[in-house]
């Protein structure tokens, strides 16, 4: 038995989902640890495209159980939205779909108070979905959120909401928000939420648990990414939880022994959404061209992804906080048309060689990225199934990469679908997203 973990080593919307998906047809359960309906995965099959916040993609592999793991704040209205479209797309959401009972629960009242606070005066602006997942967390952390076992609890959950409610309205007047909303009317309806998920939420640490004594493989599902988990990322243009490896642990309650294989995946290139410094960002018309083609929008949002240049000194980070086995590298396709491609190969701040990203945002920012140019690829790559068929100097651009990285890129996309995948003979992430136990031992 061999447990598998996909994350994203940028700022998020790497093609995570599509690795996922990949590899889930030879893993028993997929798992997602952290994060909540701000994450999105979108993955193609044939000409159908599925997009999905909360629920693990590898739950689109018929026979697999998806888990949406204690690490998850949930929004009830989301998750119920995405297993309705699910099951209309004919995806067998009853009996392969779990839901922590230990997962925190998010509110009318969060959205409101994290669009407060985004808006207010002299406030920095972090750049959130505003879907509440930051708030929702603070309560978490706080130890005053509700948990899905007590939505779900006749006895607990009516006087629990009443009583926060009132505090988070109260809060709302006094930072001069002015949304109201019925009390009473929302209890209602989350009750009435709480009915419709109830056959889906148990104990999914335990059942996780007894998975593993089972024997069976798990494939753990990162959402957003290293740069923005709330301790190694550029602090505080950042997600609310830990969207690397160690969150994988806390958000599942699986031990870290049974994290067999890391691999992380990023773009050919780079894309972040919201605030925070982005050292490769490229501006004018050389980023509007790398947008159009990379068709770069959120999943979630629609909104226009701020697109760049491949950052090695960032994913040396990246592999240095999650100990990678293996590297995934998506959206070949869309430097196809470039004549040059620009790759950061070291920072400089104030004269000096960094080695590690600086802690604080402001000093992040200002470093000065070192580039070099590499000859782009005179072939389309878009569709490509075997390595060796690539345009030559699109394989000394992953060679130049591996080299830089001192890791293994074992595998590349080529393109939106499944079956655009290159997975590189005798590589780990080969051994890895086969059937065979033995060869991921």
């Known amino acids: 038995m061999s447990n598998l973990a996909v994350l994203g080593l940028q700022w998020g919307d790497e093609g995570k989902g599509k690795l ?18 701000n994450a999105g995965h979108t993955v193609q099959v044939a000409d159908r495209v ?24 949930i929004n009830p209205e989301a998750l119920l939205s995405e297993i309705d479209t699910l099951r209309s797309l004919g995806v067998d959401v009853e009996s392969n779909l779990l839901v922590s009972n230990r997962a925190h629960v998010v509110f009318p009242y969060h959205p409101m108070l994290e669009r407060s606070s985004e808006e207010s005066p002299g406030k920095r602006r972090i ?49 001069g928000v002015h949304e109201p ?3 009473e009317a929302a209890l209602a309806r989350y009750q009435g939420l709480a009915e419709r998920m109830r056959p889906f939420v148990t104990e999914t640490g335990k059942y996780l648990n007894q998975a593993i004594q089972e024997g069976k493989r798990l494939l753990f599902e990162g959402a957003q990414a290293t740069m923005l988990d709330i301790d190694f990322g550029t602090y505080p243009y950042l997600t609310s939880s830990n969207a690397t490896a160690g969150g994988l642990c806390t958000g599942s309650g699986v031990s870290p022994r049974f994290l067999h294989h890391i691999v992380g995946v990023a773009k050919a290139y780079a894309t972040r959404v919201g605030e925070g410094p982005f050292l490769t960002e490229a501006h004018g018309p050389a980023g509007d061209d790398l947008r159009e083609a990379g068709a770069e929008y959120g999943t979630v949002t629609g909104r226009p992804r701020r697109c760049g240049w491949f950052d090695i000194p960032l994913l040396r980070y990246a592999h240095a906080i999650n100990h990678l086995s293996s590297l995934f590298i998506t959206k070949l396709d869309v430097l196809d048309h470039l004549d040059t491609v620009p790759v950061c190969t070291g920072y400089r701040y104030k004269g000096a060689t960094l080695d590690w990203m600086p802690a604080i945002a402001e000093e992040y920012a200002e470093v000065e990225p070192v580039y070099e140019e590499l000859p782009g690829w005179s072939g389309p790559t878009a569709g490509i199934t075997d390595f060796e068929q690539l345009p ?50």
């Open 392 to 441: 030559g100097a699109a394989k000394d651009y992953i060679a130049f990469l591996e080299d830089r990285l001192e890791i293994e890129i074992g595998g590349v996309s080529t393109g939106p679908k499944r079956e655009e995948t290159i997975i590189r003979e005798g590589s780990i992430l080969e051994r890895v997203t086969v059937a065979s136990d033995a060869a991921c031992a």
């Open 181 to 183: 909303w019925d009390v």
């Open 50 to 73: 599925y997009k999905l916040s909360l629920i693990p993609s590898g739950v689109l592999r018929p026979g697999k159980i998806g888990v949406v793991g204690n690490g998850v704040v």
């Open 127 to 175: 750049g959130t979905t505003s879907r509440g997942i930051g708030p929702c967390y603070e309560d978490k952390v706080a130890r005053r959120g509700i948990r899905v076992a007590e939505l779900l609890s006749p006895t607990h959950f009516p006087d629990r909401f009443r009583a926060m409610a009132a505090e988070k309205s109260a809060v709302a007047e006094a930072l």
């Open 20 to 37: 996922i998906d990949l590899a889930a047809e030879h893993y028993d359960v997929v798992v997602r640890c952290q994060g909540g309906n």
